[in-house]
């Protein structure tokens, strides 16, 4: 198999043990019920700007951390919630117990309903237009970043990662699947953490 070219100061053999291709899964489940042998150590949730709960991924990482109590620390340290493209950072609660030690709270972007809105000028309106078109892409890219220098700075491991914005935000999967898996790639060849990403995906389409 062909690689690209080494980092700097690595050798073949190093550069083959940290490829990042290897270092990225892909789990078909939920996220709350991740098989402990997986050592999932972090998971990103698909929240929305308000933090305090909401449907989909949301709610299922809410019931399983302790909804009130979650709720309650993302009010007091965020009163202002977190605005789209952003992440905030929680302790993981009731699912410490998993041993899951933080919960990385995303904001993605609603894919609007008319894609015009949020095309860059001149760029073709619909869901063929090239990645990084629409300012959807650039806001859902933005969540990935953040996710990625978000593991570094905790120290994380092993960060599972649900399909940001693809279930009621309606960001078309294919997309999505391109911004996640560019991004996760694009982090990993640069750095050491999170050691490991695992996109969980509800079920088989996703
Ligand atoms: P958004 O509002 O960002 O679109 P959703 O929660 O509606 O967030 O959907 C995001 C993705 O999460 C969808 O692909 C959905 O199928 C998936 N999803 C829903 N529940 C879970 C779960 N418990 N574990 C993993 N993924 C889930």
Known sequence: MDHPLPISGQTPADHA??????????????????????GVDAIANAANESLAGGGGVDRAIHDAAGRDELIAYNREQYPAGCPTGLVKHSPALGLEAQGIKHILH???????????QYAMPGAPIDDTAKLGYTYADTLLASCYTQLFNLAVKYDIQHLAIPAISTGVYRFPKPRAARIAFGHAHGHLLRNDLPQRITFVCFNEED
């Open 106 to 116: 995303a904001v993605g972007p609603v894919w609007p309903e008319d894609d015009a």
């Open 17 to 38: 043990l940290n490829d990042p291709i290897a270092r990225i899964a892909v789990h078909v489940g939920d996220i709350t019920a991740l098989p402990e042998t997986f």
